[in-house]
């Protein structure tokens, strides 16, 4: 359990600035979630942290210690990758066990450990298999397990999840958060899916373009996001936004309203608008209307209600929920 | 199967029978006639099969020369494979994994290598300035040069497909550069190893023009020269010849067998499953 401090940190690929000052304090024992659109630098950030990619500069501590010039196996990181690394010509049980060989753990010690990771990832009848005779949750468990193994003190995931099933994918997403409260580990996790980041995350570190947008817990982002980036970015279907015309009439530069705060109606309402297309979610149905003046709209209304594609409904914002930019 | 299948598939058949099984059906034939039989060069059966005779003699001729033939010949072979599969692995590991101007200046030397052809008097003069010529371990040094380009080449391109995550898990296990070689990538090059082992060997121990150039010296014989043995000192002593054509094609030939199904194996398989 450590705390992560990251002070003005930078990172040039060529010419090209990718980090651009990042400052960032990750709190010991929390899981703390990085999102952003793709190629906002979210796996540079991480891959700094772990030291396999060099900082241009800025600086880098993991437990009050200065790892800025730390090989990444000193800075006493474990790192799961998206396609999980596995060693193709190790059996589990070595793939697990890599780091404590190479370490020259005692052979009984690094049985015993090994041992004692397979059983609280239940790998513990997979140990004598190879990676390609595993279906990719036993996979990702055993790249989870490399880690768990090396008793970090900051975790570091880029994507665990994206390349599992949604099935698998939220099954894992409860098995993590269980892990977290168990080990209490510092965690350091990077997805572009923002149901990830708002489930599983103590912090959210929403990036842009190589700068940090806004930190915060999830309901903080969601219910005051700082900047119309955020806004979009975070709640699913996204927020409404609306430049031009209807923000200057509503006094602000960009004006946004989500979904969900929309209040539906065929007779009467603030905008008037022809629906588009109906998707049906069961218990919530999204509306896709075409407002005059307006352009597209998105609505979020009760799953019991019936619309169909061409009716002509109005909507109108809940004044509380507003957002003016 | 349709009729046109058929008569394709009876014609490659008979292309493949002409060209590989006759030639060594009648070297075959006439390693078991005597001398005398053998100069008319033809197809017909031995009247004496002295298969055993002409064996004994042919490895007896010029103080066992063939035996020792064999010896430097596997010396040379095991030796410059060695150097190759190491030396290309390392060095097709570098160049994908770390590109920089040198490693590009490295790759262009190794693409020149492929493409220039080797002169032989300027190689000699070389070799005899620092003392190898007329030596195994300039002409072991001399095979791995030649080697070296296509086999860093097909290292490279096998190494290209290996996951990067996998050196970088590594790193962050606590692998050394030399520990990611041996202990993750080396292990995964397997089947392009074995591909480089049975090409590379058949072609080093097949070979004629460079031991014939660099390598002159009654002690230093290798199997493709042991056929000169035939032509100088017994002109007519066809059967001998063709005898010691059929000793020296065994080893290519059980190293063929043997590893048949890797070589195909080693040239199909691009991807490792991360
Ligand atoms: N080795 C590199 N050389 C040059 N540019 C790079 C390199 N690695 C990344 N970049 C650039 O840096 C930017 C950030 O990349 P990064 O991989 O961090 O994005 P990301 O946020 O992880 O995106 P994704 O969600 O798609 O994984 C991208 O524009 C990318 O093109
Ligand atoms: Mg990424």
Redesign the pocket.
Known sequence: MSRVELKDLRKN??G?E?IKGVDLTVEPGEFCVFV?P????????LRMISGLEEQSSGTIEIGGRDVTRSEPSERGIAMVFQNYALYPHLSVRENIGFGLSLARTPKDEMRRKVETVAETLQLTDYLERKPKALSGGQRQRVAIGRAIVRDPEVFLFD?PLSNLDAALRSQMRIELTELHERLRATMIY?T?DQVEAMTMADKIVV?NGGRIEQVGTPMELYERPATPFVAGFIGSPRMNLFEGDLAREMGCEVYGIRPEHLEVSETEGRWTGRVRHVERLGADTILHLEVEALGPLLARVDGSRTFNPGQTVHATPNTDKEFRY | MTRRGYIIGAISLLVAFVVFVIPFLFVAINAMKTAQDASSLDFSLPERWVFWENLVTTVQTRDYALLLAYWNSIVITVCAIALLVVFGAMVGFVIQRRPSRTSRVVYAFILAGLMIPPAVVPTIWVLQGINLFKTLNGMILIQVAYGLGFTVLLYRAFISTIPRELDEAAIIDGAKPWQIFFRVVLPLLKPVTLTIIVVQSITIFNDFTHPLYYLPGRENITVQLTLYNFQSQFVSQMNLLFMNILLITIPPLLVFIFFNRQIVAGMTSGAVKG
Do not use: D, I, Q, R
């Not at chain 1, 190629?39 to 950030?45: D, F, P, Q, V």
């Open positions: 690929f060529g090209l990718v952003g793709s190629g906002c630098g979210k796996s540079t950030l994507e990077v572009h990036l």
